[in-house]
């Protein structure tokens, strides 16, 4: 029996289980207002969900748990999902609530002009909890991910974070990709987002957070400033745009004293900018899971994020492994003066080394 009283048979061990909720994304044909656009084109999209995709495609043994309607839609995102070599044996359809969709402009989310609907409220997802969902196939990765955006959908959802991210012996290591979702918390009713996002992040092993949305939610200032106020976690990523990223690893000493490890973000001729948060962290997740050195990890995400800046949705395919372990290992000089663009991942050709103007930050969708 499995922790909610559900009969279950042991769950295979994953390279990665990630949970939370996917939907389905419906991409316009034209630029213009959605009032305009005729037609879209159907999609999927999650955090998490990408993060799991973006692993198996990697060559990872990847898990993604959720729940979705028992509908069409659902009936396409697990299909979807399940095409990238992802399990999704343990996800739960849901018959009295609907799966959640969105749409959105073509334009850049940068700009006044983005527009995005969502049709999530009261969704199958947001009736994940302790009770409704199999805690032994969560639990069944070498890494569990989460994320900040599922708390935020119900009461239920954010008491099943909280049981995840509690510190007991034998679980898994818990990755918690922050994910402020302003937006979400505004309507949420069961908690003040960045007291609650402070206090999950403080229950993870490994924390992903931009410096962007811990100065928006914590009123935090550098990675230094985040460090200090997430003392907890083995490891600390602070994304910091196009910038690089900064990472705190190692239990501080009595001094305070913290190995801290940055590399700098690649130029990268962006085609959109979307995806680039979750796909830095699957490239990270899939380094963490090789054991390689923190700079590398560090790099393999930036790849993982560029892969995913030079298309046009979220999902991108990723790099051969030995061409991002040849890009990963370059001296500094080299890496400084790397230079990717659209197709860089397919044509397996080493990339240019012209110098140029860094990605833009990334924008996520309140």
Excluded at 25 to 53: H, K, M, Q
Excluded at 163 to 187: C, K, Q, Y
Excluded at 317 to 339: F, K, M, N, S, V
Aim: glycine share 12%; net charge negative.
């Amino acid at each position: 029996m499995t922790a909610n009283g559900r009969t279950s048979t042991a769950p295979d061990v994953a390279d990665v289980v990630a949970l939370g909720e996917s939907m389905v994304t419906f991409l316009p044909s034209r630029p213009g207002r959605l009032a305009d656009v005729p037609s879209f084109d159907r999609a999927i999209g999650g955090a998490e969900s990408n993060v799991a995709c973006v692993l198996a495609a990697a060559g990872h043994s990847v898990r993604w748990v959720g729940r979705v309607g028992a509908d069409g839609f659902g009936d396409h995102l697990v299909e979807a999902i399940g095409g990238y070599g992802v399990d999704v044996r343990a996800v739960r359809r849901d018959p009295a609530r609907p799966t959640g969709i969105y749409f959105r402009t073509a334009g850049d989310r940068a700009t006044d002009a983005h527009e995005v609907a969502y049709y999530r409220a009261g969704s199958a997802a947001s009736a994940m909890s302790v009770g409704t969902m199999d805690l032994d196939a969560i639990r069944s990765g070498r890494i569990l991910h989460l994320s900040g955006i599922t708390p935020a959908l119900s009461a239920d959802c954010l008491g099943l974070t909280r049981e995840l991210t509690a510190r007991r012996p034998g679980r898994p290591l818990v990755s918690f990709d922050v994910n402020h979702r302003p937006g979400l918390w505004r309507d949420a009713g069961h908690g003040h987002g960045p007291e609650v996002l402070l206090e999950l992040a403080r229950g993870a092993d490994l924390v992903f957070v931009g410096d962007d949305e811990a100065r928006d939610a914590w009123g935090l200032d550098g990675p230094e400033a985040v460090r200090a106020a997430l003392p907890e976690p083995e490891l600390l990523v602070v994304k910091q745009g196009a910038t690089g990223a900064t990472a705190f690893h190692g239990v501080p000493g009595p001094s305070g004293a913290d190995q801290v490890t940055s590399v700098p973000a690649l130029h990268v001729d962006v085609v959109a900018a979307v995806g680039a948060g979750d796909a830095f962290a699957a490239g990270f997740l899939s380094a963490t899971l090789r054991d390689l050195p923190v700079r590398d990890r560090l790099r393999h995400g930036h790849l993982m994020a560029a892969a995913a800046l030079t298309v046009p949705g979220d999902l991108a395919t990723p790099p051969a492994r030995d061409h991002a372990d040849r890009l990963a290992a370059l001296d500094d000089t080299a890496w400084g003066r790397l230079r990717l663009g659209p197709g860089w991942t397919q044509d397996g050709e080493r990339p240019g080394d012209r110098t140029g103007e860094g990605a833009d930050e990334e924008v996520r969708t309140p």
